[in-house]
């Protein structure tokens, strides 16, 4: 395993050093799998103007499917599948009237705490790929229980995707919980605009680690606004391109 690693970080310095293409773009991914696309339903899109402007941009940044996961958070975000999928037509509808080809669908990022536990209980989840939900939890705080929360998901058939791992202050301390996380069956999600510094320079350690050690399976946008999808536009032309373009995430299996 250790050979593996070294030559993989090896290639990746080697790669930081050529000239990024111009046409760079995200089409190898194919998919995102995080995003808040769905007008005034959570912290992103406010209108369907906002909606049809961050996907037309993922569309030419080269992404041909789109899994959006508004928040489900029911102290700031009550929504439910039926809010998401009302929220969706619309969205399918004006990108249809625009002719932009472009698949969306829609899932949930649902955050982890008592009304997440009731709502496992009593209806189905709405997932990413098969068994797949994205969760997220307090970045400030571990939830209690969490590895019970994850045991719960399992036994009720559910694979959890943890959202942007490397943003919760807790885990920072103790680096060892994420491989507990992945033994655990859990998928690790990174936040792409972690790796550029957007949101501090301790989170981008974090996700360089993870990313030397393998850890993360999907890459996801997290966009909300705009200046989010200019953000991840610059980077196609930075050399953070290479550690994606080198790294087997799992995003291209969500195209259709
Ligand atoms: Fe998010």
Known sequence: MFPKLFNWKKQEEKSHDLPVPANADWSFLGADMHSHFIPGIDDGAKTIDDSLHMISAMKNMGYRTIITTPHIMIDYYPNTRQTIQNGLVKVQQVIKENNIDITVRAAAEYYIDEYFMKLLETEPLLTIYNNEVLVEFSMMYEPPMLFEVIFKMQAAGYRPIIAHPERYLFFHRNFSKYQELKDRGCLLQLNMLS????????????????????????????????????????MAGSK???TFAHYPFLNSKLCC
Do not use: N, P, Q, V
């Not at 981008?204 to 200019?230: F, N, P, Q, T, V």
């Open 195 to 234: 790796i550029t510094g957007h949101y501090g320079k301790t989170i981008k350690a974090i996700a360089d680690e993870l990313l030397a050690k393998r850890l993360y399976d999907y890459c996801g946008s997290d966009m909300h606004h705009e200046k989010h999808a200019s953000l991840l536009k610059a």
């Open 240 to 242: 953070d391109y290479y």
